[in-house]
């Protein structure tokens, strides 16, 4: 049985994640607004952001009200306590009094473990500074199976891989499900020794190059990242890695006619437009999987049973 919270892919075994998948891949009509199926009525869900956020809290926030639920948010910083100095523990304490279940993001790694241990309801972990991100590695691999039926595939991941919890959270997940992952990055901004570390000694098929153009070929799944300015203690750092990799049309020649391009968005211009009206393009698909994924997460730790 899962955990009621999730804090990383590691609170979920492959069989529950086949099975969230199953179930959020029925609850696409009512996703879409087709149907409507009140299975969350009189819960509450605390979107707790303590960083920005557009996709991730939309999302959450359209997944419980597609299911009868409610929302109350956080809000602006600055007009919250935690501009009075209120800690995260003690803001927590009081959403565990108002919700049944909260999703929280936060710019400190640790910090959804923290609320967590803080909290009787169940906590989501919408992102924890460069850590993890699970519920976005949900979406990620429903897309994934929705546009290959399969895991075990080729995937290149692109970008910022050092500060980017996406790409932490999905490439554990992936190297469970048997996936060859390739690792494309400046240096700089390579995979963290100890993720490639764990997942070379999980057995799973991992490599490491700068070069893109030269990885698309065999790709099933390229999936690029933004370089994150807002993770850089030092702009000149940032400014020498900035835009290092961009993708657009004409670099997709040779690329296999399935091989799908994901991206978490937002982009800046590692993705160029004139790739949003190829068949390869599935980040806005992508993104509208957020909502159905969650859907199927909320009534799993919520304990309200989906018939698939």
């Given at each position: 049985?899962?955990?009621?919270?999730?804090?990383?892919?590691?609170?979920?075994?492959?069989?529950?994640?086949?099975?969230?998948?199953?179930?959020?891949?029925?609850?696409?009509?009512?996703?879409?607004?087709?149907?409507?199926?009140?299975?969350?009525?009189?819960?509450v869900l605390g979107n707790m952001f303590?960083?920005?956020?557009?996709?991730?809290?939309?999302?959450?926030?359209?997944?419980?009200?597609?299911?009868?639920?409610?929302?109350?948010?956080?809000?602006?910083?600055?007009?919250?306590?935690?501009?009075?100095?209120?800690?995260?523990?003690?803001?927590?304490?009081?959403?565990?009094?108002?919700?049944?279940?909260?999703?929280?993001?936060?710019?400190?790694?640790?910090?959804?473990?923290?609320?967590?241990?803080?909290?009787?309801?169940?906590?989501?972990?919408?992102?924890?500074?460069?850590?993890?991100?699970?519920?976005?590695?949900?979406?990620?691999?429903?897309?994934?199976?929705?546009?290959?039926?399969?895991?075990?595939?080729?995937?290149?991941?692109?970008?910022?891989?050092?500060?980017?919890?996406?790409?932490?959270?999905?490439?554990?997940?992936?190297?469970?499900?048997?996936?060859?992952?390739?690792?494309?990055?400046?240096?700089?901004?390579?995979?963290?020794?100890?993720?490639?570390?764990?997942?070379?000694?999980?057995?799973?098929?991992?490599?490491?190059?700068?070069?893109?153009?030269?990885?698309?070929?065999?790709?099933?799944?390229?999936?690029?990242?933004?370089?994150?300015?807002?993770?850089?203690?030092?702009?000149?750092?940032?400014?020498?890695?900035?835009?290092?990799?961009?993708?657009?049309?004409?670099?997709?020649?040779?690329?296999?006619?399935?091989?799908?391009?994901?991206?978490?968005?937002?982009?800046?211009?590692?993705?160029?437009?004139?790739?949003?009206?190829?068949?390869?393009?599935?980040?806005?698909?992508?993104?509208?999987?957020?909502?159905?994924?969650?859907?199927?997460?909320?009534?799993?730790?919520?304990?309200?049973?989906?018939?698939?």
């Amino acid at each position: 049985m899962m955990s009621s919270d999730l804090i990383t892919m590691d609170d979920l075994t492959n069989d529950e994640i086949l099975e969230l998948l199953e179930q959020a891949s029925s609850l696409l009509p009512v996703a879409r607004g087709e149907s409507y199926l009140p299975l969350l009525q009189g819960k509450v869900l605390g979107n707790m952001f303590f960083e920005p956020s557009t996709r991730t809290r939309m999302s959450f926030e359209t997944a419980m009200k597609r299911l009868g639920g409610g929302v109350v948010n956080l809000g602006a910083l600055a007009s919250s306590s935690v501009a009075k100095g209120e800690t995260l523990y003690d803001t927590m304490r009081m959403v565990d009094g108002y919700c049944d279940v909260a999703a929280l993001r936060h710019p400190r790694q640790g910090a959804a473990q923290y609320a967590a241990d803080a909290c009787e309801i169940p906590i989501l972990n919408a992102g924890d500074g460069a850590g993890q991100h699970p519920t976005q590695t949900l979406l990620d691999l429903f897309t994934i199976m929705q546009a290959h039926g399969r895991f075990d595939l080729n995937v290149v991941m692109v970008g910022d891989l050092r500060y980017g919890r996406t790409v932490h959270s999905l490439s554990h997940a992936l190297a469970r499900f048997g996936a060859t992952l390739t690792f494309v990055a400046p240096p700089a901004l390579g995979m963290p020794g100890d993720i490639v570390k764990h997942l070379k000694a999980d057995g799973a098929d991992v490599s490491e190059s700068k070069d893109l153009s030269g990885n698309l070929a065999a790709a099933d799944v390229i999936y690029m990242t933004r370089i994150q300015k807002e993770r850089f203690p030092d702009e000149d750092e940032y400014r020498k890695v900035a835009g290092i990799y961009k993708l657009s049309r004409a670099d997709l020649n040779d690329a296999k006619e399935s091989m799908i391009i994901m991206h978490p968005l937002p982009r800046v211009d590692e993705i160029n437009p004139d790739v949003d009206g190829t068949p390869h393009a599935h980040y806005f698909e992508q993104a509208f999987n957020g909502v159905v994924t969650r859907m199927a997460l909320l009534c799993r730790v919520l304990g309200v049973e989906v018939k698939t």
